[in-house]
Nanobody, 119 residues
């Protein structure tokens, strides 16, 4: 049974930081490209950051320079460090796993963790 379990969300003031974690089980984690998405109320889900099996990273323009994605294959975990948070970063953040390479639709999704940034 595949599980992606996010944690680390919460309420933070603008300018603050959070670190999200996504622990994977039931998959060969190192064979998966990983991604973080987010969805704010009334808006479509958007891709925030990606990391390939070779740890190459990419970011949405809206978070570039503020967010950092990383992975620890020994712990089957992907992280998203969120710095200099803004109210517009408020959303449910989801991690997702793509077998071997990033594609339009992930193979697996986590359940999401809420991030709320107050002004």
């Amino acid at each position: 049974q595949v599980q992606l379990v996010e944690s680390g969300g919460g309420l933070v003031q603008a300018g603050g930081s959070l670190k999200l974690s996504c622990a994977a089980s039931g998959i060969v984690f190192s064979a998966y490209a990983m991604a973080w998405y987010r969805q704010a109320p009334g808006r479509p889900r958007e891709l925030v950051a990606t990391i390939t099996t070779g740890s190459i990273t990419n970011y949405a323009d809206s978070v570039k320079g503020r967010f950092t994605i990383s992975r620890d294959n020994a712990k089957n975990t992907v992280y998203l460090q969120l710095n200099s948070l803004k109210p517009e970063d408020t959303a449910v953040y989801y991690c997702a796993a793509h077998l071997l390479r990033l594609r339009e639709t992930p193979d697996y999704w986590g359940q999401g963790t809420q991030v709320t940034v107050s002004s």
